[in-house]
């Protein structure tokens, strides 16, 4: 997993609440047996019309607005466990998606992945929306050690909650397996243990 | 001191604690499928590992297939390479694999139950967030992202952090023309898409107990519509005669200690929950979506909210639907019935629907679907002679699968079209590029099927329905 500490970055506003992983990839594009490639359809049906032709009035189409951030609506990420969900924003380039509620699995998936799933107040989100609209080269500088969020031109500083052990994860570029595999005689100890009626 | 029963699960399934309170969680079952597993294997690979405990997991090829023909070679290239691929890995790590021609095929969170290999007090994981359905057992069930499916093949553990309780309670009796999806549909409602999130819920009350497995299945399954990691309801007399003498089911001595232990398997009187919800059945309508997410819900004979300052993302989703605000969807023309998924595709949502079409025509202008959530589904619903009554019926009864409820195979929605489905996602796109879908149970879609248009099926029913 790519390591992440800082980040320093202008943020693409896309404020859509309710934002379900199907759109972000929809089922049609899951057929591939590899993990890079799926930034290619991020949000294809919003960002596509009919006949593959761009969308003009969806944000990732429009140059106003580049950069590493994403900055959705509220409770980005329900439905399903599609993994492919994290890997098309990453493979897209983002780093760090912000939004006022996160879906429990996308959350998860996120941070597996070196996506970091930032959660701010409802209103601040709705003020960073639109303070991004008003000025696109708006920088946010995010410091995942520190667990802050910091958006100068607004004049503010948050302190932003992520699970320690993921967030040592995300800072080394380790992975859950590498660490359960040092669990082997633990895990196996407990096994002794189980009831037969699950066995 | 009092536990909930999601509490005495989870506690008998810590097998350490990490530092900031993480837990690795021990999975007694695990469930894969060609979508969601080939990059779990691949990352095995890489690391030069194999599978840790390989009689854990079973595989199953559901979400891609077609749901014709499946005796032949499946004609889409990338679907094809796909299930081969799935096929392959089982072999290379030695995985059961129920896969495409096997009497035991279907989709994951159908076959799990009907094979006896979902059982209570167990922790499921599968890639793919519906496993909740097997929580009706009373089992921590949930879904799981592809580097979690790689975690438990690599290890049979997960690093999880302890979900928030919540219960939700229906007492009383529910009224004719109601059923499960109508429940589930209705306290999704209530809740909204995301009033779960965080939690572990556990379904209890009259109402609930009184229902069959099949139906409890339905409930669970819809757990993750409103954000919930899973539901689970306490086993009790209607679970152990269900899993009783099927496939995989433990029997003789194993099956009296798998007893006596199951029987231990309930929420303590007093245990506490960091949230509770009371619905009475008796207000609990037939449902229909209205929206773009499940938490849209309303009675078939209400109107669809119209709030003073309605939001951008409530406009946006009623413009994707061509619905106006205020209106009733009662009377509205459908042009697809799908009736299948993980959520609606047992013997008993197949009786259900039977029941109600036989000796009745589809109106001509709709599509129905029938598709069966597993080939034994698919055989005993032969059996029973519903192949006849669908086909007199004019409705196309095909081979198990996901099909049309995510639209991965050739099963899809044109643009524009409306379905009425007893699937559990009403997404923008969910069953085709800019198919518009309608939620509601198999009764509501039987009957709007046959009337081409949506129906309240308190007003058609006859009294062998009720």
Same mark, same amino acid.
């Given at each position: 997993m790519e390591k992440f500490t800082t980040l320093t970055s202008t943020a693409v506003p896309l404020a859509i609440e309710d934002i379900d992983t199907?759109?972000?990839?929809?089922?049609?594009?899951?057929?591939?047996?590899?993990?890079?490639?799926?930034?290619? *359809?991020?949000?294809? !049906?919003?960002?596509?019309?009919?006949?593959?032709?761009?969308?003009?009035?969806?944000?990732?189409?429009? !140059?106003?607005?580049?950069?590493?951030?994403?900055?959705?609506?509220? *409770?980005?990420?329900?439905?399903?466990?599609?993994?492919?969900?994290?890997?098309?924003?990453?493979?897209?380039?983002?780093?760090?998606?912000?939004?006022?509620?996160?879906?429990?699995?996308?959350?998860?998936?996120?941070?597996?992945?070196?996506?970091?799933?930032?959660?701010? !107040?409802?209103?601040?989100?709705?003020?960073?929306?639109?303070?991004?609209?008003? !000025?696109?080269?708006?920088?946010?500088?995010?410091?995942?050690?520190?667990?802050?969020?910091?958006?100068?031109?607004?004049?503010?500083?948050v302190r932003f909650e992520v699970d320690p052990y993921k967030k040592m994860c995300m800072i080394n570029g380790y992975d859950d397996i590498d660490f359960l595999r040092t669990k082997a005689d633990v895990i196996t100890a407990y096994e002794t243990k189980r009831p037969v009626a699950v066995q | 001191m009092q536990k909930t029963l999601f509490d005495k699960l989870w506690d008998q399934h810590v097998v350490d604690t990490v530092e900031g309170g993480t837990d690795v969680l021990y999975i007694d079952r695990h469930f894969i499928h060609e979508v969601t597993s080939p990059q779990a294997f691949a990352g095995l690979r890489k690391r030069g590992i194999g599978v840790a405990r390989p009689q854990q997991t079973v595989a199953t090829a559901d979400h891609n297939v077609p749901t014709i023909n499946q005796d032949q070679p499946i004609k889409e290239k990338l679907s094809r390479f796909q299930v081969d691929t799935l096929t392959?890995?089982?072999? /290379? %790590?030695?995985?059961?694999?129920?896969?495409?021609?096997?009497?035991?095929?279907?989709?994951?969170?159908?076959?799990?139950?009907? &094979?006896?290999?979902?059982?209570?007090?167990?922790?499921?994981?599968?890639?793919?967030?519906?496993?909740?359905?097997?929580?009706?057992f009373g089992c921590i069930a949930f879904g799981i992202g592809t580097s979690q499916v790689e975690q438990v093949l690599a290890t049979q553990c997960l690093l999880q952090v302890r979900p928030k309780r919540m219960r939700i309670t229906v007492d009383g009796t529910l009224p004719p023309g109601v059923v499960s999806k109508d429940i589930i549909l209705y306290i999704i409602s209530q809740l909204s898409a995301s009033g779960g999130t965080g939690y572990f819920v556990e379904y209890a009350g009259s109402a609930i107990r009184n229902l069959s497995m099949e139906a409890r299945m339905t409930i669970c399954n819809m757990s993750i519509e409103m954000g919930a990691r899973g539901g689970l309801i306490a086993p009790d007399a209607t679970t152990f005669e269900y899993i009783k003498g099927r496939e995989f089911a433990p029997s003789g001595k194993n099956w009296d200690d798998a007893m006596a232990y199951w029987q231990t398997l309930y929420t303590d009187e007093g245990a506490t929950f960091d949230? /509770?919800?009371?619905?009475?059945? /008796?207000?609990?309508?037939?449902?229909?979506?209205?929206?773009?997410?499940?938490?849209?819900?309303?009675?078939?004979?209400?109107?669809?909210?119209?709030?003073?300052?309605? +939001?951008?993302?409530?406009?946006?989703? &009623?413009?994707?639907?061509?619905?106006?605000?205020?209106?009733?969807?009662?009377?509205?023309?459908?042009?697809?019935?799908?009736?299948?998924?993980?959520?609606?595709?047992?013997?008993?949502? &197949?009786? &259900?629907?039977?029941?109600?079409?036989?000796?009745?025509?589809?109106?001509?202008?709709?599509?129905?679907?029938?598709?069966?959530? +597993?080939?034994?589904?698919?055989?005993?619903?032969?059996?029973?002679?519903?192949?006849?009554? %669908?086909?007199?019926?004019? %409705?196309?009864?095909?081979?198990?699968?996901? +099909?049309?409820?995510?639209?991965?195979?050739?099963?899809?929605?044109?643009?524009?079209?409306?379905?009425? +489905?007893?699937?559990?996602?009403?997404?923008?796109?969910?069953?085709?590029?800019?198919?518009?879908?309608?939620?509601?149970?198999?009764?509501?879609?039987?009957?709007?099927?046959?009337?081409?248009?949506?129906?309240?099926?308190?007003?058609?029913?006859?009294? /062998?329905?009720?």
């Open positions: 199907d759109q972000i990839i929809p089922a049609r594009f899951l057929k591939a047996t590899t993990r890079e490639g799926f930034g290619e *359809n991020l949000f294809r !049906d919003w960002r596509y019309l009919p006949g593959d032709v761009p969308n003009p009035d969806f944000v990732l189409n429009d !140059d106003t607005y580049r950069g590493q951030v994403l900055v959705a609506g509220k *409770n980005f990420g329900m439905g399903s466990s599609r993994e492919h969900a994290a890997w098309a924003l990453f493979d897209y380039g983002f780093r760090v998606v912000i939004s006022s509620f996160f879906a429990d699995i996308f959350r998860g998936n996120a941070l597996n992945n070196g996506l970091l799933p930032l959660q701010i !107040d409802d209103d601040l989100l709705l003020r960073l929306q639109a303070a991004i609209k008003e !000025d696109p080269e708006l920088t946010l500088e995010v410091d995942l050690p520190q667990q802050t969020l910091t958006i100068p031109s607004l004049d503010e500083q | 392959q890995n089982c072999e /290379e %790590f030695g995985l059961e694999l129920y896969g495409l021609g096997h009497p035991y095929q279907g989709i994951v969170h159908v076959i799990g139950p009907e &094979l006896g290999i979902t059982r209570p007090g167990m922790t499921i994981v599968c890639g793919d967030s519906h496993t909740s359905t097997h929580g009706a949230k /509770e919800y009371v619905y009475r059945a /008796e207000d609990i309508p037939p449902m229909v979506t209205y929206g773009t997410n499940p938490g849209m819900g309303i009675g078939v004979d209400q109107s669809i909210p119209a709030p003073a300052s309605p +939001s951008a993302s409530f406009q946006k989703s &009623l413009k994707y639907m061509g619905f106006e605000a205020g209106e009733s969807l009662e009377g509205k023309p459908i042009d697809y019935v799908f009736i299948g998924s993980c959520t609606n595709s047992r013997m008993e949502d &197949l009786r &259900l629907v039977a029941e109600y079409v036989k000796g009745r025509r589809k109106a001509d202008h709709v599509n129905v679907m029938v598709v069966p959530g +597993s080939r034994q589904v698919r055989d005993q619903a032969k059996r029973e002679g519903l192949d006849v009554i %669908f086909r007199e019926a004019g %409705f196309d009864f095909r081979e198990a699968g996901c +099909s049309a409820c995510l639209g991965m195979n050739e099963d899809k929605v044109p643009k524009g079209a409306y379905c009425v +489905s007893t699937s559990n996602r009403n997404f923008e796109g969910r069953q085709g590029p800019g198919a518009r879908t309608i939620l509601a149970s198999p009764l509501t879609a039987a009957a709007t099927a046959i009337s081409g248009h949506i129906i309240d099926v308190r007003t058609v029913l006859t009294p /062998e329905l009720v």
